[in-house]
């Protein structure tokens, strides 16, 4: 008896490991847009002042203002890959392939310099210990280099700490300036730290959408999820087929209706938990994640859906069969 209802051991350990494939795929996919898009995340705002500053007087006011978050700042140059990088507090840093990313809370330096993506690795001179990258005649020292497994506009991008000195001349205004929080930013708390002319939220400019429109960047991973929810309902619907011909062997043995709801919705907990944990085991063991906590409220939920429904279902086969 126990050998016939192993299949669905079998079946929901499949759909499980197919829900750790999939919430992997997400978070990969959500890395190499956030890499497409320097580092950044789809909540960062695109700001412009509403009269010159230097970057110096911006990084002064944002400073000043106790009540923002962590932040990343990005003072893009319009036309080239190059990026003056500003932060505060314990602020996002990328991937690094080798050496370090900017320090947090030490952004005062007498020389300018770089942390550089992987595609200009080959593009460094290293007379010793120390890499430096020659741009426009100067040689910047460099930290680190950027970069992750995936490829990503970030490998071709610099990403430069101004000298002192040259945060004094340097205007915020000729730049497209973008500021991300570590967390939660709203708009009017820069309004409340810089005279702000225009504010709005950052565009992904590989996927041509919004923020908030998660579906549309994600519409492949989506339709797997869809499948895996509907797998369930179908494993579900085929233990209640199969559940019919035992309810009348169940009947002979004289067995009360709720004798036979319960040992049924017993036999369905046990092996499609035990299939879960399988699956679930296997695709982590498989692919690595950063994060499982939505992977892991997803299954729960649609294990625990799928049992109320066979529930459902068996009282409803036990009243027709009566």
Not at 194 to 222: C, N, Y
Not at 239 to 252: D, G, K, V
Request: include cysteine; glycine fraction near 6%.
């Amino acid at each position: 008896m126990l050998k016939k209802r192993l299949w669905l051991v079998i079946y929901t350990a499949l759909l499980a490991f197919l829900s750790v494939f999939i919430f992997f795929k997400i978070q990969e996919r959500d890395l190499i847009i956030q890499l497409n898009n320097h580092n950044l995340s789809l909540d960062a705002y695109h700001v412009v002042l509403k009269k010159p500053l230097t970057i110096e007087e911006f990084e002064n006011k944002i400073d000043q203002d106790q009540k923002l978050p962590s932040l990343q700042i990005h003072f893009q140059s319009p036309k080239k890959n190059t990026t003056y990088f500003f932060g505060t507090g314990d602020f996002a840093a990328p991937p690094m392939i080798s050496g370090s990313f900017f320090p947090a809370g030490d952004f005062k330096s007498d020389v300018s310099v770089m942390v550089v993506g992987k595609d200009w690795k080959n593009k460094l001179y290293t007379p010793k210990d120390q890499s430096y990258l020659k741009r426009h005649g100067h040689y910047y020292p460099v930290l680190g280099i950027m970069g992750d497994k995936y490829r990503s506009d970030l490998d071709r991008q610099l990403f430069i700490l101004p000298s002192t000195s040259a945060r004094k001349k340097l205007l915020a205004n000729h730049f497209r300036i973008i500021v991300d929080g570590k967390q939660k930013l709203t708009s009017s708390q820069l309004k409340a730290a810089l005279p702000l002319d225009k504010i709005s939220r950052l565009k992904s400019k590989k996927l041509f959408v919004s923020q908030g429109s998660w579906t549309v960047a994600h519409w492949a991973e989506v339709l797997g999820l869809l499948v895996v929810v509907i797998g369930f309902i179908l494993g579900t619907v085929l233990w209640r087929l199969l559940a019919r011909q035992r309810y009348h062997e169940a009947r002979f043995l004289q067995k009360t209706s709720q004798t036979f709801i319960f040992e049924e919705w017993c036999y369905y907990a046990l092996f499609s938990g035990v299939g879960l944990i399988f699956g679930l085991i296997a695709g982590m063991i498989i692919f690595n994640m950063y994060d499982y906590l939505l992977l892991l409220l997803f299954v729960g939920s649609i294990f625990i859906v799928a049992n109320l429904y066979l529930i459902i279902r068996l009282n409803s086969l036990v009243k027709r069969e009566v």
